[in-house]
């Protein structure tokens, strides 16, 4: 079996270097030219010997790390971290607030393989972790680093994979049964092998058999870490009904599913993870997510009520990110870093809702799509955990409430604080 390696004190030569190079400016609430699932690894460097330099965000950061893109390729093969995967995204947030990726389920957080870091606090001192302490330590592991300094570096665990793994994209649209395959999902996911992460996305769009009318798309978008066969033993034996068949499946290894998952055409060089840049995409999106937490599958008429809110926004404008949960992310206390979603859950939803900006629409049409959104949510709230309904940090949700421009009392932060951290906000 594989496992978790230790620090690098353990083995030196594994030590993991990221450098917080920033593509484009991402605020809380709008996007600009964002291409999803795209992983943010042509900021990444393996070192060899531990040690870690200053981030920057000068430009020549950049070059430095194209030069070094055939040693990320060569150690990376067997060695993976776990982190979500977009482009815009920052180590510095993502880092600190949690991390969701497509190994979770296996390894956690990326807050949970976080052994070190270097910071500067509010003094101007740099601080690492024995010198700051383990409750500053446990804090910016997932309760965001802002409140406590300025994390320039982190050092994380690397951890040992077997070299192939496994994706799929499976679609299936209403007329394919998508109803009842999302509601056996959602009995099935958090229990499967660790191994396996079966990410569900659904959007409305225009039907491929009857025209002119719409229906929803269920991809489900996974990843195994292990070979097809393994795979397809699983998935015979959990959700058949899905009818995955071998065809389906691709083996490759772990660092070119990333390029998958950022939906690159197979063959794609590996370089393209060191020059993506962000005006390739330089169209102008807003944005606007909120999120939950799910204890108890969702009936078969509360997805049909979803079903029919998809139809009151526009066609391919919303979507839904059901990510499951189970496996490592249950093994770990809610109380063992601030990031408190652990046990109990299925999945958590992302709810995503995307509209132009070209000629100043981006203003125009944010009302009513901002309006849908919350509309979708307050149906929501009898299928979620409730008391308090929870939230991802790192999917801040300003509508839960924020903070006055002077002093914010506890009892105030409290509304939004339990729903991100629950317990730990006290
Ligand atoms: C398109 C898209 C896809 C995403 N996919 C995923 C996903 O798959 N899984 C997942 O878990 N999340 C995902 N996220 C959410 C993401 O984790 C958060 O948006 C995260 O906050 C991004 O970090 P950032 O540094 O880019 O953000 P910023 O907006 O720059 O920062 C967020 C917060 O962190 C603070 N911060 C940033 N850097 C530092 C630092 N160095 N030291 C101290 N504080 C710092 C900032 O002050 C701010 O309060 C996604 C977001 C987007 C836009």
Redesign the pocket.
Same mark, same amino acid.
């Given at each position: 079996m594989d496992h978790q390696h230790g620090p690098w004190s353990v083995d030196g030569n594994r030590g993991l270097h990221l450098q917080?190079l920033?593509i484009c @400016?991402?605020?809380?609430f709008w @996007?600009r030219g964002?291409t999803?699932?795209f992983p943010n690894l042509g900021l990444l460097k393996l070192n060899t010997n531990g040690s870690f330099t200053s981030?920057t965000v000068k430009a020549g950061v950049y070059k430095r790390v194209v030069k070094r893109r055939q040693r990320i390729v060569e150690k990376s093969k067997k060695l993976a971290f776990v +982190?979500? +995967?977009?482009? %815009?995204? &920052?180590?510095? &947030?993502?880092f600190?607030?949690?991390?969701?990726?497509m190994m979770s389920r296996k390894f956690g %957080?990326?807050a949970d393989i976080i052994i070190d870091v270097k910071?500067i606090d509010a003094n101007g001192r740099i601080q690492d972790r024995e010198s700051m302490g383990e409750d500053l330590f446990w804090a @910016?592991r997932g309760g965001? #680093?802002?409140s406590? #300094?300025? @994390?320039?570096s982190w050092k994380v665990k690397l951890l040992d994979i077997i070299e192939k793994v496994t994706i799929f994209n499976v679609t299936r649209t209403l007329e394919q049964n998508a109803t009842q395959l999302v509601y056996k999902w959602q009995h099935i996911v958090d229990k499967v092998d660790d191994n396996l992460l079966l990410r569900l996305f659904l959007k409305s769009s225009e039907s491929p058999i009857r025209r002119g009318q719409r229906t929803i798309y269920a991809f489900f978008t996974t990843m195994f870490v292990g070979g097809v066969d393994e795979l397809l033993h699983e998935m015979q034996d959990s959700f058949s009904e899905l009818g995955l068949v071998k065809e389906d499946c691709i083996e490759m290894s772990w660092i070119e599913s990333i390029l998958f998952f950022a939906g690159f055409p197979r063959g794609t060089s590996l370089d393209v993870l060191l020059h993506w840049n962000n005006s390739a995409t330089n169209q102008e999106y807003y944005?606007k &997510?909120k999120s939950d937490y799910v204890q108890h599958p969702i009936s078969i008429n509360g997805l049909e009520g979803i079903w029919k809110l998809f139809n009151q926004v526009g066609e391919n404008s919303a979507e839904l990110?059901f990510?499951p949960y189970g496996g490592k992310l249950s093994d770990i206390s809610e109380y063992e870093t601030p990031f408190p979603h652990r046990a109990g859950n299925i999945f958590m939803i992302?709810y995503a809702v995307f509209w132009g900006g070209g000629g100043g629409g981006g203003m125009k049409n944010s009302q009513s799509n901002i309006a849908w959104i919350r509309k979708l949510y307050g149906y929501m709230a009898r299928y979620v955990l409730k008391s308090p309904r929870g939230a991802?940090f790192?999917?801040?949700d300003l509508d839960l409430g924020v903070n006055n421009k002077g002093n914010t009392s506890y009892e105030q932060a409290r509304i939004w604080g339990v729903k991100y951290f629950k317990n730990n906000f006290e």
């Open positions: 917080l920033k @400016i991402f605020g809380l @996007i964002v999803w699932n981030p +982190a979500g +995967a977009c482009p %815009t995204v &920052g180590v510095g &947030g993502h600190s607030g949690g991390g969701y990726g %957080t990326s910071l @910016i965001g #680093g802002t406590f #300094g300025l @994390i320039f944005f &997510g990110q990510s992302h991802y790192n999917y801040r």
